[in-house]
């Protein structure tokens, strides 16, 4: 997943825009988009356990 932080300039104050892929997420700060694109990155590195085919199967 591509991730890109960029500032956008507005009549009324910047905001910053987070761009996963297609999808975006607007903030009124820095500090929000990158506390948010940190929290996402941890996430998605985090281990994933995946349930076993039999289990699935049966339950």
Excluded: C, Y
């Excluded at 996963?20 to 500090?31: A, G, K, N």
């Amino acid at each position: 997943m591509k991730i890109l932080v960029k500032e956008l300039t507005r009549p009324h104050g910047n905001q910053w825009q987070v761009r996963l892929d297609q999808h975006v997420v607007t903030f009124r700060s820095e500090s929000e988009a990158r506390a948010f694109v940190s929290t996402l990155q941890a996430r998605l590195q985090a281990p994933h356990v995946f349930p076993d085919r039999q289990q699935r199967a049966t339950g």
